[in-house]
Nanobody, 122 residues
Framework: QVQLVESGGGLVQAGDSLRLSCAAS????????MGWFRQAPGKVREFVAG????????DYADSVQGRFTISRDNAENTLYLQMNSLKPEDTAIYHC???????????????WGQGTQVTVSS
């Protein structure tokens, strides 16, 4: 059974940093591309960042480019998202996802975590 479990969310002030983690089990983690998505209340789920299976290629939404960094540890089956200079508009539930090819489209991902809440106050 595939499980993706996010952690690291919380309530922070604008300008602060957070590091999200996604622990994967039940799948060959190193064979999957991984992504972070977020969903704010009343909005559609949107792509945040993606990383190739080997970790050598990354992709970021324009809204987080230069502030967020996605990385992975294939030995530990863990995905990360370092978030710096957080803004109130970053407030959302953040989900990690596993897929077989690089995509910004949620439907192209096969497995999803339940999400972790990030709230940024102004």
């Amino acid at each position: 059974q595939v499980q993706l479990v996010e952690s690291g969310g919380g309530l922070v002030q604008a300008g602060d940093s957070l590091r999200l983690s996604c622990a994967a089990s039940g799948l060959s983690f190193r064979s999957y591309i991984m992504g972070w998505f977020r969903q704010a209340p009343g909005k559609v789920r949107e792509f945040v960042a993606g990383i190739s299976a080997g970790g050598d290629s990354t992709d970021y939404a324009d809204s987080v480019q230069g502030r967020f960094t996605i990385s992975r540890d294939n030995a530990e089956n863990t995905l990360y998202l370092q978030m710096n200079s957080l803004k109130p508009e970053d407030t959302a539930i953040y989900h990690c996802a596993a897929g077989v090819f690089v995509s910004r489209t949620p439907r192209n991902y096969n497995f999803w975590g339940q999400g972790t809440q990030v709230t940024v106050s102004s």
